[in-house]
C-alpha cells in the first residue's frame, strides 16, 4: 500500500491534499506466519485485511438535523449528512439503537463501546471495549494490535479502551509521539535497551507465576479459580511480551517527512480533531495497526474556535446544555458541520488511497456515535451513529424502534464478524444486526 502525506513545518494543521500528496510511505514489514499459511483460495475477506475505526464525541450531536426523517435505501438526506452527500452509498445511518440499561449521562461516555449496564451503580466495573475483545481474538497481527487515541481528552478518566478486567486504558492525544511511535526506529542501542526491558518483566512475571503455584495448593475451589484466572492473565501478557520483542527488532515503515507538531491550544479543537483523524488514517494505510480508537473529549473541551474568525460562547459542555436557546443552537449546528466536513475529509483520504484490493475505505470500518443521544436533556438512547466502509452494503437509513431501542452491541457484533472474529455475541447484543449485509 502507498500513501502520500505530509504534515507542516510552520504550520501546525494541514490539509487533507497536503495528507495525502506530500510523501511516500514504504512498508517494511515482515512475513509473518498467519499470512505465509494463507491459501490463494480463500475468499476476499479472509484474504484481505479487515480494519476498524471507531470515533466519539463524548457529547454528540444535536439529533434533529442529524437524523433522517425517512428509512430505507431511497431515505431523504438530514441536514448534516448532506455535508457528505458525495459518499452516501459509501455509509449507513442509524436510529434506534442505543445500550439497554446504559444510563446516566455523562456517566456513559466510557461504556459507548463496551455497553456496560448501569455505570452510575455503586460498585460499577467497566466491561471490555468492542476493540480490546477484537485484539483478544485475532491476536497480534501488526506492530500495534490497537491504538487508543484521544482529542483533548482527559487521560485519567475517559477512555474509549477498557480491558477485559475493566481497567481504563489510556489514550495517546499526542500526535508527534504517535508518530515516532509508528515510525521512528530509534538506534540498536535504544532497540537494545527496549527489549532488555521487555525481558525483566517477562522475568518479573515468571518469578510471580513460581510463587503463586505453590501457595494454591492450599486455598479453596473459589480462590483457585480466581487464581487460575489470574495464571491466564499472567500467560497472555508473557505472550504479548514474547510478540513485542519480535516486533521490536524488525524495521518499521518508511516514511520520509517530518513528524507532526502537537496542537497544544485546547481551543483548537477541530484541528486537533482533523489532525489526529490524519493519524489514524496513516497507522491503518501503513498496516502498523488495524484497529483504531478516537474519543474527542468534547466535555473536557472550554472555550473553542468554530471558524477561524469565531469562538464559542463557552465551554463545550455548557454549550451543549443550550435549552433551546437560538444562539447555543446555532454555535452547535456550526460544530455538528464541521464534524461532518471532517468524516467527508477521512472518507475521501480513505478512498483516494489505495489498499491491498481496491480502495482502503472497502477494507475500513469507520464507525461514528457517541453516548449521548441528547446531550441537553442528558438522554443515552436513540444515539446518533454512522457506520463508512468495511465491504456493507450501505446507502441506506436504518431506522429501528426509537422508543424501545435495539442493542447497539447488535451492530458490535456484525463488525467483529466482518472483522473476522467468530463471534455471536458480544456486550448486551441478542445477535447481528437486522438489515446490514455485506
Avoid at 172 to 193: H, M, N, T, Y
Avoid at 267 to 279: C, G, I, R, S, V
Wanted: aromatic letters at 8%.
Amino acid at each position: 500500500m502507498t500513501v502520500n502525506q505530509q504534515f507542516p513545518t510552520s504550520h501546525p494543521v494541514v490539509s487533507r491534499r497536503q495528507f495525502l500528496r506530500g510523501a511516500g510511505v514504504s512498508l517494511a514489514l515482515p512475513l509473518l506466519e498467519c499470512r505465509a499459511q494463507a491459501k490463494p483460495d480463500h475468499s476476499e475477506q479472509e484474504s484481505t485485511p479487515q480494519r476498524m475505526l471507531l470515533i466519539s464525541n463524548n457529547l454528540g450531536v444535536l439529533p434533529e438535523p442529524f437524523f433522517p426523517k425517512t428509512a430505507g435505501t431511497d431515505y431523504q438526506l438530514s441536514p448534516y449528512l448532506k455535508e457528505l452527500k458525495t459518499y452516501t452509498k459509501d455509509f449507513t445511518v442509524f436510529s434506534g439503537l442505543s445500550h439497554p440499561a446504559c444510563e446516566g449521562g455523562h456517566s456513559t461516555e466510557n461504556c459507548f463501546l463496551t455497553g456496560a449496564r448501569h455505570p452510575t451503580s455503586s460498585g460499577f466495573r467497566n466491561t471490555i471495549s468492542l476493540d480490546q475483545y477484537a485484539a483478544e481474538h485475532l491476536g497480534r497481527q501488526t506492530r500495534f494490535s490497537t491504538l487508543n487515541l484521544g482529542v483533548n481528552i482527559d487521560k485519567a478518566n475517559r477512555s474509549l479502551s477498557w480491558t477485559r478486567d475493566g481497567v481504563l486504558l489510556p489514550a495517546e492525544d499526542s500526535p508527534a509521539q504517535l508518530f515516532r511511535k509508528l515510525f521512528i526506529q530509534g538506534s540498536d542501542a535504544k532497540v537494545k535497551q527496549r527489549l532488555q526491558a521487555l525481558k525483566r518483566r517477562g522475568s518479573i512475571l515468571d518469578a510471580v507465576s513460581d510463587s503463586t503455584q505453590s501457595y494454591s495448593r492450599s486455598l479453596g475451589q473459589s480462590d483457585r479459580r480466581r487464581l487460575d484466572q489470574y495464571f491466564t492473565s499472567i500467560r497472555e501478557l508473557e505472550q504479548r511480551l514474547l510478540t513485542a520483542g519480535e516486533w521490536e527488532q524488525r524495521p518499521k515503515p518508511d516514511i520520509q517527512q517530518e513528524p507532526p507538531r502537537d496542537i497544544v491550544d485546547r481551543a483548537l479543537l477541530f484541528d486537533k480533531f482533523e489532525q489526529m483523524l490524519m493519524m489514524a488514517a496513516l497507522a491503518l494505510q501503513s498496516d502498523s495497526t488495524r484497529i483504531v480508537t478516537l474519543m474527542v473529549d468534547a466535555f473536557a473541551t472550554p472555550v473553542f474556535q468554530l471558524r477561524d474568525d469565531e469562538k464559542s460562547s463557552t465551554g463545550y459542555h455548557t454549550l451543549s446544555h443550550h435549552g433551546m436557546r437560538p444562539d447555543h443552537l446555532a454555535q452547535l449546528e456550526k460544530a455538528d458541520r464541521r464534524q461532518m466536513n471532517l468524516l467527508r475529509q477521512l472518507f475521501e483520504s480513505l478512498t483516494e488511497v489505495q489498499g491491498e484490493t481496491g480502495r482502503l475505505l472497502d477494507s475500513t470500518m469507520v464507525l461514528y456515535g457517541s453516548n449521548m443521544g441528547d446531550a441537553n436533556t442528558h438522554d443515552n438512547t436513540n444515539l446518533p451513529l454512522l457506520l463508512a466502509g468495511g465491504g456493507f452494503r450501505h446507502g441506506q437509513h436504518l431506522a429501528f424502534n426509537r422508543e424501545q431501542n435495539s442493542p447497539l452491541c447488535n451492530l458490535y457484533v456484525s463488525m467483529l464478524q466482518r472483522l473476522g472474529v467468530e463471534s455471536d455475541q458480544f456486550g448486551s447484543s441478542s445477535g447481528t444486526l437486522t438489515g446490514l449485509k455485506s
